[in-house]
């Protein structure tokens, strides 16, 4: 066969593969949605200076941790169901978002009246605030709805658009010496509108077909159905951030306020690495559950067949993100930000070991090994919460991004070891 047939032949392996096409989709929307934000974040950064960025990163910190008062670690059960039959979209929709609705109304009420207590001045007390409506808006959130019904692509294109929005907001309206909370302002205009554009869609081909999905006593009772599962994921979500969102507040403590806009300024560009490798790591979860319907035998082989595709894709992207980093720094920030290099070549290849060890740690889910994967984060937040305190005095940011590291390569190591263990126990 010649080259050309061999080409045509995998581009219509391709076409014919749902997950091969949603990716491929995902990945362009997300790339085209980092790039947008690369270079918004880029201007952005060296228009609030690095205190300025510290203090945002605070409350972002913040408003993350008050998100799991109402977070009930219901979204990757409810993708899990929704990904084995359709029909329980709406259902688990509405319940869940009722549910954390009732939790963050209050939540929001509390912070804007402690944010108007504690802080006398003005700009402290209205970025505070802001932090207040993000925190709301994050309950609002429908993305394991589109993610077990496998259409992704729809939230990926609310994502471009909300990528698009902030970096335009930055690009036209920010300039040099921009005042404290300026970037959440445009976090929440941009978060808000892609948000409402998908609540749209999803209440046009779903909502409207199970009305008595909303009643107090459905809510109640799907609630208790999903809190058997998800009450781990609920206390994972808070493990998460004890190893992920913990390393801000850290620095804060340690090194100061301009370290933790270093730090976030390098957080926030290798995190742009880890949403360009989500657009494949979000198709996961509904995969593997149809994987492992199929048998343990056919999941565990084509793991071990996509651990080789992620990695041939991810370390040469990865190598070039290293690579270019004190260029990009030069270049782009400025000697404000430079000792960011080495914290983002660092936090780099910890986007690396998360992309490819989420087979694994998705895989324990469509297994139904909950606990398993609450270990392996509590072993995340052992050495976070354990080894930070002794190493940022002493080695700085650079210590803190070996930290978490370490962590990922922890937990994700974990991962693999159950997965398999779970495997050779199930097929002997």
């Known amino acids: 066969m010649s080259l050309r047939k061999q080409i045509l032949a995998r581009v219509g392996e391709v076409r014919k593969s749902r997950f091969a096409r949603d990716a491929l989709i995902l990945l362009v929307l997300n790339a085209s949605a980092k790039l947008f934000m690369l270079v918004g974040n880029i201007y952005a950064a060296k ?28 979204d990757a059960i409810a993708v899990r169901e929704i990904a084995a039959d359709k029909r329980r979209a709406p259902v688990l929709a509405n319940s869940i978002v009722i549910f954390r609705l009732v939790l963050a109304v209050p939540i929001l009420l509390f912070w804007l009246l402690a944010a108007f207590l504690i802080f006398d001045d003005p700009i402290l007390r209205t970025a505070w605030m802001l932090g207040g409506a993000l925190v709301a808006l994050g309950s609002l959130s429908i993305g394991f709805v589109f993610q077990g019904l496998e259409r992704l692509p729809i939230q990926a294109a609310a994502g471009l658009a909300t990528s ?8 036209i309206y920010f300039h040099p010496a921009m005042p404290l909370g ?6 929440v205009v941009a978060t ?19 009305p008595g999905g909303i009643r107090a006593a459905a809510v109640l009772k799907n609630i208790r159905k999903l809190l058997q599962s998800s009450w781990y994921y609920w206390v994972l979500a808070a493990t ?4 992920s969102g913990i390393q801000i507040p ?22 742009g690495l880890y949403l360009v490798f989500n657009s494949i790591n979000s198709l996961l979860l509904p995969r ?17 067949t996509l651990v080789v595709i992620l990695f041939l894709i991810g370390a040469p992207t990865v190598f070039v993100a290293i690579i270019a980093a004190p260029l990009f720094y030069r270049v782009f920030l400025g000697p404000e930000f430079a000792d960011g290099v080495l914290v983002f070549q660092i936090l780099s290849i910890q986007m690396l070991i998360i992309f490819v060890g989420q087979i ?14 609450l270990r392996a984060s509590l072993i995340g937040v052992a050495i976070c919460i354990g080894v930070n305190p002794i190493v940022a005095p002493s080695f700085g940011l650079v210590g803190v991004a070996l930290v978490s590291l370490a962590s990922d390569i922890a937990i994700h190591g974990y991962c693999f070891l159950a997965a398999r263990s779970h495997f050779m126990r199930q097929t002997v």
């Open 288 to 304: 593997l559950v149809r994987w492992r319907e199929a048998g343990l035998r056919i999941m565990w082989r084509r793991q071990m």
């Open 192 to 210: 808000t509108i892609p948000l409402a554009g998908l609540w749209g869609y999803y209440l046009f081909r779903y909502g409207a077909k199970e």
């Open 240 to 243: 998460v951030f004890m190893y």
């Open 250 to 271: 850290i620095v804060t403590y340690f090194l100061g306020e301009r370290n933790a806009g270093i730090y976030r300024s390098a957080f926030l560009f290798a995190g």
């Open 164 to 171: 698009v929005l902030t970096a335009g907001a930055f690009l």
């Open 182 to 187: 300026s970037d959440l302002a445009v976090a």
């Open 47 to 74: 228009c609030l200076g690095p205190v300025n960025l510290g203090i945002s990163a605070q409350i972002l910190a913040f408003s993350q941790q008050a998100s799991i008062v109402y977070n009930g670690g219901f």
């Open 360 to 373: 694994f740690a998705s895989g324990l889910t469509a297994n139904g090994q909950h606990a398993a994967y």
